[in-house]
Structures are given as C-alpha cells and as structure tokens.
C-alpha cells in the first residue's frame, strides 16, 4: 500500500464503533421526512446526516494485512522517553491506481504504535499539520486532565503543545484518536487513530504469545464506505445514529487476509468504527479464548466462542490456529458476514499458555453501596442526552476526589422513540465492572475497563477512581452521539 505524505510526525494504528436497533432502523425506513430534519452542531461542515446505515459485505480477503510501525522515541534515558507525533493529511492508495485523501499520525493514515512501559516518564511534543483544529485523546490511559486531550483542549492548525506523564497502569492494549467538540466523527472517519501499548515486568514472565507482528497481531477493525474516485466522502454517508461502511478496512488496509502459521496467536482487537458493533466467532465454531479487557489482562483465561466489542472497545484473545483443519478460517460477524480471513501454512506449532493472568481484586463492600453518580443515557437521533442534558463545556456535571472509589450506575434507557446500543466511555481511567442488570458482570466483563457496551434497558453498576486530577469527559462512543452532546464532564480533585 503506497502512502504520500503531506506533513511532519505522529502515532498510531485504530478508530470507533456501534450502536443500531430494529426500532431505529425502521423508523429510519418509514420516516424519511423526519430524517431530513435532523441536524448536529457541525452540520454545515459535515453536510446531512440522514444517509442510510449501510450493510456490511464480505472482506473479501485479496489484499495482504499489514501492522503498523512501533514508533522509535526521539530520545530515551533511564525511565525517560520522548516521542514526536504529529497529526496529517495526505494520499493512501488504497486502492490500485487511486489516491484517496486521509488523515494520519506520522504519515498518510492512520499511525504507528506506541509501547511505552509502566513505569516510564514520557514526553509527547504533539503537532498539528491538518487544516483544521484537533486534539489528540489517550483513549484508556490513566493521566491528568491537561494530559487527556479530551475537547477543551484544542490545537490549531500549525500549532504545538507538549505533554509529559508517568505510565502508572498495568500491561494493556489502548489507543489514541482525536476529541473536537462537533468534529470527532469525521476525523477519526478520515484516518486520525493509532494504538498504545503498555508493558509491564510482570506480563514478560507470562507464557502468551508476545512478538509484534508475528504471533502477536494489532487488529484495527474499521468499515468505511467509499464515493466516485474511492474517496472518503464523510458528508456522503454521515448518519446522526452512527456512520456505517460496507467495506471492511483492517489497519488501513481495504479487504486484507492475515497470513500466519498453524500456531497459538493472540489478537489484540481494536473496534475502530465509528458506530457498528461487531459479535464476532469463527466460520468453523470453533472456540478462542479471552485473555484481556481494555485495561488489561483478566485473572483466568476465559474460554468463549463468541465475543461482542462496541465503538472503542478491546479485547485480546488467543487462538489456536494448529486446531484449524485446512488452510482457512475466518473471523465473523452474527450475520456470518467475514470480517477477517486467516490464511494459514501447512507449518504447525503447538504452545502453552499461562493460566493465571492477574490479581484483580473488588471491594465486596462495593457490591452493596449505593450509587453516588447515576448516568442515564437516552434518546435517538438528534435527540441524544445524558441526564437529560447536552454537553456544555461550562457545565460541570459531577465531581469526584481524586484517588477514591466511587459507585456509578450507568442506564441505557428505553424511550417513547426505542432504545439502541450506547457504548459508555470514561476518559482518565480504568473501572471495575460490579453487575449488569443487578446480576454478576460476565467473565468477559471481569477486568478493567474503560468502554462498557450496553444494550437498551440494561443497567450496569461500575466501581470509578481516578488516580489523577482534572478534567474529564464521559460519553457514548458512537461518535456521532458524542458530536451530538451525548458527553458530560467530571471535575476530579
């Protein structure tokens, strides 16, 4: 894949996800002229944002999948590290003999991975070179309000700013995107995502597959759609409940198989789509098994078949790819749709892997304590809110004292409209999830997260504490919701 790039340095490899309901998208069909009415607050530079959520079709699996670069430090001392990243637009061919127009960190689409340790002092000098302002968000990572890059903390086009923190979480698979208020969607729809990842001492002494690129896969799942010329027309396709694709674009490549060994593998998954879910398993029902959350590794391996990852969400899972009878298997989704082909070789390799993985331990007393802070997330369209509320960046919506655990209940509320899937988010930290519907999370759920992906009616209590201070978003991950004022704000101090 050629890529022309038009400006300096920056990081990454990812982008967001899902949300969709039978009621929305009958409405959507029978309502059209409601449909045109609907509006955001940055309309006018997006266009519409009435187009159809369009089908996802088969990966087709004729292109190589490739992984991005980990980016080399511009200096590192002791525990001291420092990296440029830069944010640009430029060229990717992403198709044989089209240059489509992206956004990307450090080059054309996209950006390279960066792996910081635990423990490490790091200095990010950011750079923006779009045409447009941006921030740069540390999707997951545990750092002040001034280090977040959530809204408030614009950079405009040919300006620089510097941010420095100290990696004080476990080992985990994050990742980076942008924030503007009214313009996330379009900017990470054009290429602005990349993944973090944090090492620890601990998870090198684990038997887990962990060399980048050849048993270890970074897997940024994306569907983009594309107009006349193989162009990412946003305005095109942008629809107000979230912006589907139809074709299926993994780490920047379009249509890509992932050719490996008959080994043990382990895919760090990344749901990058702006709004779609992904229920994924395998053509041939065979199982894998989770080994890690957002923010890290679960205490046991969990065995599973199938796995649900809403807008920006992760998960690392195992596979065992010596099971597999022939040369193919493919990751699909509940429609059986493909969304990554696995080739295979005739080698084989057969691996043992580590059966305790971590130490998480929750406060039983939590489990029993009420909600300091309720969320009610609802409304559809246009007419999104948490609490009722928009967003207002002069609002303070909750506060919290830094380094002491809070219980939230978080509601995905049915409406007179319906109700669909709203992947809640909380910048600035990593929770515990205690129930969903006053029952035992599941053993997916078990570990530290970041993004917790709820379905119309469910009601999920979560155990907060942020080790920093700040200001900090909270907010449904379909972006086009957080464009819409589905976000509020906490005051940490």
């Keep these: 894949m050629k890529k022309t790039v038009v400006a300096t340095l920056l990081i990454g490899t990812a982008l967001l996800a899902a949300c969709s309901s039978d009621d929305a998208q009958k409405e959507q069909q029978t309502d059209s002229a409601a449909q045109h009415e609907h509006s955001m607050a940055n309309t006018q530079q997006n266009g519409p944002m009435d187009h159809e959520q369009l089908v996802l079709k088969d990966n087709t699996g004729t292109a190589t999948l490739t992984f991005p670069e980990i980016l080399e430090p511009d200096s590192k001392k002791g525990n001291n590290v420092e990296y440029s990243l830069a944010a640009q637009s430029g060229t990717t061919e992403l198709f044989k003999g089209y240059e489509t127009t992206t956004y990307g960190y450090n080059g054309s689409l996209l950006g390279p991975t960066l792996r910081l340790k635990e423990g490490q002092h790091v200095t990010i000098h950011l750079k923006n070179e779009l045409p447009e302002a941006t921030t740069f968000h540390w999707h997951g990572l545990e750092v002040s309000g001034k280090a977040d890059g959530g809204p408030h903390a614009l950079i405009e086009p040919g300006e620089e700013k510097t941010i420095q923190f100290t990696v004080t979480?476990?080992?985990?698979?994050?990742?980076?995107?942008?924030?503007?208020?009214?313009?996330?969607?379009?900017?990470?729809?054009?290429?602005?995502?990349?993944?973090?990842?944090?090492?620890?001492?601990?998870?090198?002494?684990?038997d887990l597959p962990r060399d980048y690129g050849e048993n270890d896969f970074p897997i940024v799942l994306q569907d983009r759609a594309f107009a006349d010329g193989k162009q990412l027309d946003y305005s095109a396709v942008a629809n107000i409940d979230g912006t589907y694709g139809d074709t299926m674009m993994i780490n920047g490549v379009i249509n890509p198989a992932l050719k490996t060994d008959k080994q043990l593998v382990r895919l760090r998954i990344l749901n990058g789509s702006n709004a779609r879910n992904y229920l994924f398993h395998f053509d041939n029902d065979m199982s894998f098994t989770q080994i890690a959350t957002d923010g890290g590794l679960l205490n046991k391996p969990v065995k599973t078949k199938e796995l649900l990852l809403g807008a920006g969400e992760r998960a690392e899972i195992l596979v065992d790819l010596s099971q597999v009878k022939g040369d193919r298997v493919s990751l699909v989704d509940d429609k059986d749709v493909v969304l990554l082909p696995i080739e295979l070789s005739?080698?084989?390799?057969?691996?043992?892997?580590?059966?305790?993985?971590?130490?998480?331990?929750?406060?039983?007393?939590?489990?029993?304590?009420?909600?300091?802070?309720?969320?009610?997330?609802?409304?559809?369209?246009?007419?999104?809110?948490?609490?009722?509320?928009?967003?207002?960046?002069?609002?303070?919506?909750?506060?919290?004292?830094?380094?002491?655990?809070?219980?939230?209940?978080?509601?995905?509320?049915?409406?007179?409209?319906?109700?669909?899937?709203?992947?809640?988010?909380?910048?600035?930290?990593?929770?515990?999830v205690l129930s969903v519907n006053g029952e035992k999370p599941e053993p997916s759920l078990q570990g530290y997260k970041d993004t917790i992906t709820l379905q119309p009616g469910q009601k999920a209590r979560i155990a907060v504490k942020f080790p920093y201070a700040g200001m900090y978003m909270f907010h449904c991950h379909i972006l086009e919701h957080e464009d819409n004022g589905m976000m509020g704000q906490i005051e940490v101090k």
């Design 169 to 206: 979480q476990q080992a985990a698979t994050l990742w980076y995107h942008p924030h503007p208020m009214g313009n996330t969607a379009q900017q990470v729809y054009k290429g602005l995502a990349g993944l973090l990842y944090i090492d620890d001492a601990k998870t090198t002494t684990l």
């Design 346 to 432: 005739k080698k084989t390799a057969t691996a043992s892997t580590s059966t305790n993985l971590n130490e998480i331990r929750v406060d039983k007393s939590l489990e029993k304590q009420e909600p300091t802070k309720v969320v009610k997330m609802e409304g559809m369209r246009e007419n999104v809110t948490i609490n009722g509320k928009k967003f207002d960046e002069n609002r303070v919506d909750f506060t919290q004292k830094k380094g002491v655990t809070e219980v939230w209940e978080i509601e995905n509320a049915i409406t007179d409209e319906g109700g669909m899937i709203h992947p809640f988010h909380i910048h600035g930290t990593q929770f515990l």
